[in-house]
């Protein structure tokens, strides 16, 4: 017998933090509204806790990967795979991956990213210091 999924199912993996145009938006929103009801959403709160944190974490990361190899972040070149807040689409709007390059390039290090969905970063009022920046070419051996 075949498996099936729930109706409604959908797989989230984890990343470096949350994106996208309504998601952070939305459950925010919830949260709003149950405590017009006098609910808590305590859960929720700490997700977006957890998920505003990823970036730096990602970075603090990043920065044991080059000691351990007794490399700087500062100084150094950092390929991010992928811009777009989720996998197979050009959607970029308010992307982690934004965040990475901020974070990355105030300590020294040359942030550069590889997208073939958004092969060009569009000037837009959030993210104006990466317009015009270009996805590296990247060729699959």
Request: glycine share 8%.
């Amino acid at each position: 017998m075949a498996k099936t999924k729930p109706f409604g199912f959908m797989p989230f993996y984890p990343g470096p933090g949350l994106g996208g145009h309504c998601i952070p938006i939305d459950l925010f929103y919830l949260t709003w509204k149950a405590r017009e009801y006098g609910k808590h959403t305590r859960f929720i709160e700490l997700a977006g806790e957890i998920n505003t944190a990823m970036p730096e974490y990602v970075v603090n990361r990043v920065i044991v990967a080059l000691n351990s190899q007794r490399k700087a972040l500062n100084g150094s070149r950092i390929l991010i795979l992928g811009l777009a807040y989720k996998p197979n689409v050009d959607d970029d709007r308010e992307s982690p991956s934004y965040v990475l390059m901020n974070l990355l390039g105030e300590r020294g290090a040359e942030a550069d990213y590889y997208d073939p969905y958004v092969p060009l970063i569009k000037p837009t009022r959030e993210n104006s210091q990466f317009a015009g920046k270009k996805s590296i070419e990247w060729t699959k051996r």
